[in-house]
DNA sequence: AACAGTATGTCAGAATGCTGACATGAGTCA
DNA sequence: TGACTCATGTCAGCATTCTGACATACTGTT
C-alpha cells in the first residue's frame, strides 16, 4: 500500500482530473441512494434554471453527446420526469419542460449535491473562491483556443 | 443555437466540469493520431515515472477501476509494451515494467500531452499557477476527508 | 495457530457512453 | 428558386468502463 504522492502531482492537469474524479465520486455516492445518476441529475438541474433546453443543449450542458443525452431523455420523459411537445414547433428543435414529478424529484437531488459541493469548499475563504473561480475559467478558455487554433 | 452562460457557471464544480471535460478532449485530440488513449497514455507516463507499480496501483493512479486497468495492461503485455513477470514474488503483486518498445511510444505521446498542458496554462502568471495547484489541493483534500468521514 | 479483515488479480455479464449514419428542417448565397 | 452548409433528433452497432464474484495471499488480533 504505497500511497505517497507521484511525481506527476506538479501537474495541473493531472490535479484537475484528480478533483474532478473525487468530485464525480462523492456526487455519485449522494446520488446513489436517491436512484440518481450524474448525468441524470445534470439533466434535471439544467432544465430547472433554464427550461426549454432542447436536446443537444442539455447535452453539452451535461458533458455527453446528443444521442447519450436522447436516450436519458427518451426514459425520463417515459417516468414522467419532463414533458416535450409531440411536434417541434421550429426546426427539429423539441423544447424539454420538468413536469411537478420532475421538480419534486430533482429537490432531494439537488441538496444532497449541495452540501458535497459545500464539502469540497471547505475552509476555502471567499478569496480562495474566486481564485479558484478565476483560475477554472482561464484554464477553460485557453484549452477552448486552442481547439478552434486547430480547426483551420 | 443559444450558448451564452448558464447560471450554473457560478458552481465551482462545474466548472471543475467542465474543466476537465476541455482538458481531457484535448488530449483525445492530440493522441488519436498516435492510436492512443487517455488511459492507455496515463498508464504508460505513470510506469515511465514509477517503474515496477502493480495493476491496482496504475488503476487508482489513472482513475478507473483495477478490473479496467487489467484489460489495458494485458493489451499492452500482449503488444511488447510493457512486461510483467510470470509469477509474483510476494503476494499477488505483479510489478509492471515499460518495455523499450513502451518508452519509444511514450516519448511522443508525452510531448503531444506536455503541448496540451502549456496550452492551457496559457497566459497564466507563475503566481496563478501556484494557487491553482493549491486550490485544487484543498479541493481534493476537502472530498477526501468527506469520504473517509461517511465511512464511519 | 487460528481467525477475521483487507488487498490483489482475474473472469464474466451488464451498463453506459460513443461513433457512424440517416432524414429533416433552417439559414445562406448565387 | 436551387444548391450548399449546418444543426438537430434519432436509430443501430461498437467500445469502454463498471459491477459482481471468486480464489488467493498478506496483516494483525486473539
New interface residues.
Given amino acids: 500500500m504505497?500511497q505517497e504522492g507521484?511525481?506527476?502531482e506538479?501537474?495541473?492537469?493531472y490535479?484537475?482530473?484528480?478533483?474532478?474524479?473525487?468530485?464525480?465520486?462523492?456526487?455519485e455516492?449522494v446520488l446513489r441512494p436517491l436512484g440518481m445518476t450524474v448525468t441524470h441529475y445534470s439533466c434535471l438541474?439544467?432544465l430547472a434554471?433554464?427550461p426549454g433546453l432542447s436536446n443537444s443543449?442539455l447535452a453539452r450542458?451535461a458533458?455527453v453527446t446528443r444521442q447519450s443525452m436522447n436516450v436519458l431523455l427518451q426514459a425520463l420523459e417515459r417516468d414522467g420526469y419532463v414533458t416535450r411537445p409531440t411536434e417541434a414547433r421550429v426546426g427539429r428543435v423539441s423544447p424539454a419542460q420538468l413536469t411537478p414529478r420532475g421538480r419534486q424529484s430533482l429537490e432531494q437531488a439537488s441538496a444532497a449535491?449541495r452540501s458535497?459541493?459545500v464539502?469540497?469548499?471547505?475552509?476555502?475563504t471567499p478569496e480562495?473562491?474566486a481564485?479558484?473561480?478565476?483560475?477554472?475559467?482561464?484554464?477553460?478558455?485557453?484549452?477552448?483556443?486552442?481547439?478552434e487554433d486547430?480547426l483551420e
Wanted: net charge neutral.
Fill in positions: 504505497s507521484i511525481h506527476l506538479t501537474s495541473l492537469g490535479l484537475l482530473k484528480q478533483a474532478s474524479s473525487e468530485l464525480r465520486a462523492a456526487m455516492a438541474e439544467l434554471q433554464r443543449e450542458g458533458f449535491v458535497v459541493e464539502q469540497m469548499l471547505g475552509g476555502m480562495e473562491q481564485t479558484a473561480h478565476h483560475v477554472l475559467n482561464r484554464m477553460i478558455r485557453a484549452l477552448r483556443n486552442a481547439d486547430s
